[in-house]
């Protein structure tokens, strides 16, 4: 059974950072492109960042860019999203998804994504 399992979500100040993890379990992440999403209450889910199956582009919404990074680690089978410089905007439940392609769209359409995780809180506030 192909599972994810986020994790690294906190209640966290302006300024400060967080690091999201996400591990997949019965396949192998590295076959997969991998994307993480968020969603905030009332609002649509929205696509934050991507990376390649073979890892060799990386996508960023504009809304997030120079403050998120993502990475892999295959032999941990973890996928991460490093969050700098938090902002109350930043306060969603973000999710990891996956898709046996290899591509990245700045797009970040989640219908093309069939492997979800359950998500983790992060919250943003003084």
């Known amino acids: 059974q192909l599972q994810f399992v986020e994790s690294g979500g906190d209640l966290a100040q302006p300024g400060g950072s967080l690091r999201l993890s996400c591990t997949a379990s019965g396949f192998n992440l590295g076959r997969y492109s991998v994307a993480w999403f968020r969603q905030a209450p009332g609002k649509e889910r929205e696509g934050v960042s991507c990376i390649t199956r073979s890892a060799g582009n990386t996508v960023y919404a504009d809304s997030v860019k120079g403050r998120f990074t993502m990475s892999r680690d295959i032999a941990k089978n973890t996928a991460y999203l490093q969050i700098r410089s938090l902002k109350p905007e930043d306060t969603a439940t973000y999710y990891c998804?996956?898709?046996?392609?290899?591509?990245?769209?700045?797009?970040?359409?989640?219908?093309?994504?069939?492997?979800w995780g359950q998500g983790t809180q992060v919250t943003v506030s003084s």
């Open positions: 998804a996956a898709e046996a392609f290899n591509r990245c769209s700045s797009e970040f359409r989640a219908s093309a994504y069939g492997y």
